[in-house]
C-alpha cells in the first residue's frame, strides 16, 4: 500500500514537472516571439537654436551624425523630411545642405533671416514666497526694487528633428568607430559621467567621454546677440517584454556665440555608451 502510494506520488511528480516545463517552455517561445516583433533600432537626431536677437545673412555649419562619409540623417534635412518644433512667429525658412568642409563633412543652414527676441517674463510673489502674478514685460517695465520680483529670460528657440530607423542591433555599447557619431570629434577623452550629466543630462550611459568640436557661423547681429546652437544624436533598441525596455548611446555638442560671426567657433562636445537594459 506504501508502496502504491509513493509510486502515486512520484508519477504526480513528474506529471506537475513536465506542465512546469511546458510552461516555461511556452512562456519562453511565447517571450521571444514577442521581443522579436516588438524590437526596433532608430536613430534621433535633434538640432536646437536659442537667440535673443536677430541674424542677418546667416550661414551655419553645424556637426551632424557621419558614417563611413555619409549622413543618413543629414540627407533627411536636406530632403525637409524633420520635424520642426518652434516658439518663433512667421520664422524665416531655413535651406539644409550637407557640405565637405576642413573639418569633415557638415550640416549647413542658410537663411536671410533668423529672427530672435528676448522675452521678459516677470515673476511676483506675497511675503510667504507664494507666486502671485506672471506677466511678459519690456526692459523698462522691470522695478528698480526686485523685492518679491524676478525675471526670467526667454530668448527664441528653433528645434529640429528627424529620425531614422536602422535594419540591424545598434551597437550602443561601443559607438564610436562601428556607428553614426556626430562630427568632427578631438581629443576624444573618458571622464566621470556624474560631471558631465550635471551639464548635459542627455548624457545618461555607464561610460562617459568630453571631445572638443566646432561650429562655422557668419552672420550679422548687433553686438549684445547671443545664439546658443546644440547638437543632440540618440542611438536605441527598443523591445516589449512586459513593458518597454531599450539601450542606447547618446552624443552631443553645443555652442554659445555672441555678437556678430564670420568664421569657426569652439564647441564642446560629450557622448555616452551603454545606457538602459540589456537582455
Avoid at 522579436?36 to 546667416?58: I, K, R, V
Avoid at 550611459?205 to 540618440?234: I, K, N
Amino acid at each position: 500500500m506504501k508502496d502504491g502510494r509513493m509510486k502515486q506520488a512520484a508519477v504526480a511528480f513528474v506529471a506537475v514537472a513536465v506542465v512546469v516545463v511546458l510552461v516555461a517552455g511556452g512562456v519562453w517561445l511565447w517571450a521571444s516571439m514577442v521581443y522579436e516583433d516588438s524590437l526596433t533600432h532608430s536613430y534621433e537626431y535633434e538640432l536646437n537654436m536659442e537667440a535673443n536677437g536677430t541674424l542677418q545673412n546667416a550661414t551655419l555649419y553645424v556637426p551632424v551624425p557621419v558614417e563611413n562619409g555619409e549622413s543618413e540623417i543629414g540627407d533627411l534635412f536636406v530632403e525637409r523630411d524633420v520635424y520642426e518644433d518652434t516658439d518663433a512667429e512667421d520664422a524665416s525658412p531655413w535651406e539644409y545642405s550637407l557640405v565637405p568642409t576642413e573639418r569633415g563633412l557638415m550640416l549647413e543652414i542658410r537663411a536671410e533671416q533668423i529672427e530672435g527676441r528676448e522675452r521678459i517674463i516677470l515673476r511676483e510673489f506675497d511675503d510667504d514666497g507664494r507666486l502671485t502674478r506672471v506677466r511678459e514685460v519690456d526692459e523698462d517695465e522691470i522695478p528698480d526694487d526686485m523685492t518679491n520680483f524676478d525675471v526670467v529670460r526667454h530668448p527664441t528657440r528653433y528645434t529640429r528633428i528627424a529620425g531614422v530607423e536602422s535594419d540591424g542591433s545598434i551597437d550602443t555599447r561601443s559607438p564610436l568607430g562601428n556607428e553614426p557619431m556626430l562630427s568632427p570629434k578631438d581629443n576624444v577623452s573618458e571622464v566621470d559621467c556624474s560631471a558631465v550629466r550635471h551639464e548635459v543630462p542627455f548624457i545618461t550611459g555607464e561610460r562617459c567621454y568630453v571631445y572638443a568640436s566646432y561650429v562655422y557661423a557668419d552672420y550679422e547681429a548687433s553686438p549684445d546677440t547671443h545664439v546658443s546652437l546644440s547638437a543632440r544624436l540618440e542611438g536605441s533598441n527598443s523591445w516589449w517584454i512586459g513593458g518597454w525596455n531599450s539601450n542606447w548611446y547618446s552624443d552631443h555638442v553645443r555652442s554659445t556665440l555672441v555678437g556678430e560671426h564670420d568664421g569657426w567657433t569652439a564647441a564642446e562636445g560629450a557622448y555616452s555608451e551603454e545606457a538602459g537594459s540589456y537582455r
